[in-house]
């Protein structure tokens, strides 16, 4: 009985929680808080009173409806639509696989793909857009039932999406005169273009110069080192410029398109930056635990995947997913080189007489695109950490 | 004395003048020993003595700069053939156990002897649960290292390196980042591994222990052997007088 008591469970005192006791600690502890807050509040209150009142009375939202196109696909010509229509069908019925095999934050971001998609058919859109927005829907829905449960399909949809890549380039493509020029690639479908090649590449490209510059061989070190000195040494814009310049002297002959141009150019970039932040992981992996592999028997490739790139990177993601945070709104930067990117779109737009002096309501829409992207990244490198259990183990 | 007239027949390892230096210090200068099939030796010396260095030099963690090791008739060179095929047959636990923090204590044991040794995961994980069993936390398999006791760590890391299975087991201080009350649950599973004929290397602070299971103790001072005998007649009858007073230290306490 005794012994029950000494362990008997004690509720914390009342009034330490809860959302009252959080304002009173934080925001009403002193007479001097209390003022800090009122008037905090009033300037709060002023500042959004004159956005929502520009927002709903004043601002001519018409442009982004007018120039709907525009943003999304730039100068891509009408008739050929449906190779991007063709591309976001490949990259819905992967989606819908993965979120049916893996469910948890895939499952989650086709959720809000599908809504996107139900939503753009609700408004007044041309009757071919509603249907193939519909159609996209069905294309995530089927799929992600076919994928519910059939975990061995897993290595089949991660191959799927490595070969999705260079597919969707050809689908959007096509081939020759008949095809689209990659000149007339823009708006967001292009910054995406350019932002998800840029991470795809740079990733490994990163991790593989982080490891040249750890290894043992100097001719190896240095070579990486020097790389990696000089393109963190000059702005990704004049890398940009060099790039559109000297590929095509260095390499005569070959016709490299300016989109490709570019891709190289903030690939390269990027892996540098990229490079710097796996080193900073792979520093942190104590030596015992390339000894403990080493012991096991696992040679230098094996330690290397099994054992200090999963600790490594799992404990650098934040700066990982800050740099391509960082790439996908360096992007925009193609706007100067003349590539007509969503912000490049944005500028056009503004310069077109129709629509003069829009530049809030415009600039404000494609600072709306960036974020949802770019906390769309933010949100699933959270949700990985914790996946992975970061800090815990 | 039973122990150096076997190793006249048939040593697993044989150690002949080994020196190390680390930039321009002499840390081992010239071991000659040898160790017999299922000899249980342990080592022991003052911090600095180049003990735990020594038994690294044997699956090649630290690289010996002179001299001959022949372990189970494979000499340790560049080659990194012979040093994986050497690694495999040695099995190492480490002082900070080291376990693999981002994989769960099965995996731990498991990851070698799928990617080393090529069994399938199935074949792999009955083997690295029948092991916890034998150290006594299969109840443990599914967690991970960091959601365990020291003392458990420390098992499951003498299990990874049994999954292997090793002809030879060094143990580098296993028992001296543990506390005092994890040490003896360590302590009987190297009893128990002892006792199965394994052949084992032990650097330890525990002189219990080696009174109890050792053939043969080894005492290395300044990169030396300085003094090599039976528990028996070490501890009781220590010929050396930095033998005599290491002792005298270590029984102190």
Known sequence: ?393 | MAAQENALNDPIIMCKDVHKWFDDFHVLKGITTSFQTGERAVICGPSGSGKSTFIRTLNRLEEHQRGTIIIDGVELTDDLRNINLIRQEVGMVFQQFNLFPHLTNLENITLGPIRVRKLTKSEAEEVALSLLERVDIADQAYKYPAEISGGQQQRVAIARALAMEPKIMLFDEPTSALDPEMISEVLDVMRELAHSGMTMLVVTHEMGFAREVADRVLFFDEGLIVEEAPPADFFDNPQHERTKLFISQTLQH
């Open chain 1, 1 to 393: 009985m005794e012994e029950q008591e000494l362990t008997q469970e004690i509720k914390p005192p009342a009034n330490t929680k809860g959302a009252a006791r959080w304002l009173k600690d934080n925001l009403f502890n002193t007479w001097y808080n209390t003022l800090l807050t009122c008037l905090a509040l009033v300037l709060l209150f002023f500042a959004f009173k004159g956005f929502l009142t520009w927002a709903f009375t004043e601002a001519e939202w018409d442009v982004i409806p007018a120039n709907f196109r525009l943003f999304m696909v730039g100068s891509y010509p009408q008739e050929q639509i449906w190779r991007v229509w063709n591309a976001i069908y490949i990259l819905s019925v992967l989606m819908g696989l993965s979120a049916g095999l893996w469910g948890g934050l895939v499952r989650r971001f086709a959720v809000v793909l599908s809504g996107v998609w139900s939503i753009s058919a609700l408004l007044p859109v041309e009757l071919s857009t509603r249907g193939w927005c519909l159609g996209a829907n069905a294309m995530i829905a089927v799929s992600f039932f076919l994928g519910r449960g059939r975990t061995g399909l897993r290595p089949w949809i991660l191959g799927g999406w490595i070969l999705s890549f260079p597919v969707i380039m050809v689908v959007l493509r096509g081939f020759g005169e008949n095809g689209v020029l990659t000149s007339n690639w823009g708006g967001l479908l292009l910054t995406l273009i350019l932002a998800v090649i840029g991470i795809v590449v740079s990733f490994p490209l990163g991790v593989f110069l982080a490891l040249c510059r750890q290894s043992n061989l100097p001719a190896i070190r240095w070579v990486s080192t020097t790389y990696i000195e000089t393109v963190r040494g000059v702005p990704l814009i004049t890398i940009l410029f060099m790039g559109n310049t000297l590929i095509p002297i260095f390499m005569p002959g070959f016709d490299i398109n300016q989109v490709l141009r570019m891709m190289i150019g903030i690939t390269f970039f990027s892996g540098a930056y990229m490079a710097e932040n796996v080193r900073g992981g792979l520093q942190g992996i104590p030596r015992g635990q390339h000894e403990a592999a080493q012991a096991v028997g696992l040679n230098y490739v094996q330690t290397t995947l099994f054992i200090v790139l999963p600790q490594a990177l799992r404990s650098v993601i934040p700066a990982i997913v800050g740099q391509f945070i960082a790439l996908f709104k360096d992007t925009s930067l193609v706007s100067i080189i003349g590539l007509i990117d969503l912000l490049g779109v944005a500028k056009s737009v503004i310069a077109n007489p129709d629509w003069l002096g829009l530049q809030a309501e415009v600039y404000l829409f494609a600072a709306a695109i960036y974020f949802a992207f770019c906390y769309a990244m933010s949100y699933a490198s959270q949700d990985i950490e914790t996946d992975l259990g970061v800090g815990k183990h």
